[in-house]
């Protein structure tokens, strides 16, 4: 776990952060619902896309440890 606190400290360069530009989004229309995937892409679009494949490699690490120790819990209970 130690790689993921190193990587969450990281701070890009300030050339890297120029280089990217944040979209323009549309104005605010009330009749459109607000998705987890309209709010994943308003806080990725603050991000550089480095920074967003380093978010996404951590999360999908914890996720797959989540399901190996459901996985390992379910089959330790089932032998005893």
Do not use: G, N
């Amino acid at each position: 776990m130690s790689s993921t606190s190193s990587e969450a400290s990281f701070r890009p360069s300030p050339s890297l952060r120029k280089s990217y530009s944040h979209p323009s989004f549309p104005p605010p229309d009330h009749s459109r619902r607000v998705t987890p995937a309209l709010l994943r892409s308003i806080f990725a679009s603050f991000r550089t896309p480095w920074e967003e494949r380093v978010m996404s490699r951590v999360a999908f690490f914890r996720f797959s440890a989540w399901v190996l120790s459901c996985v390992f819990i379910s089959w330790t209970a089932r032998k005893h």
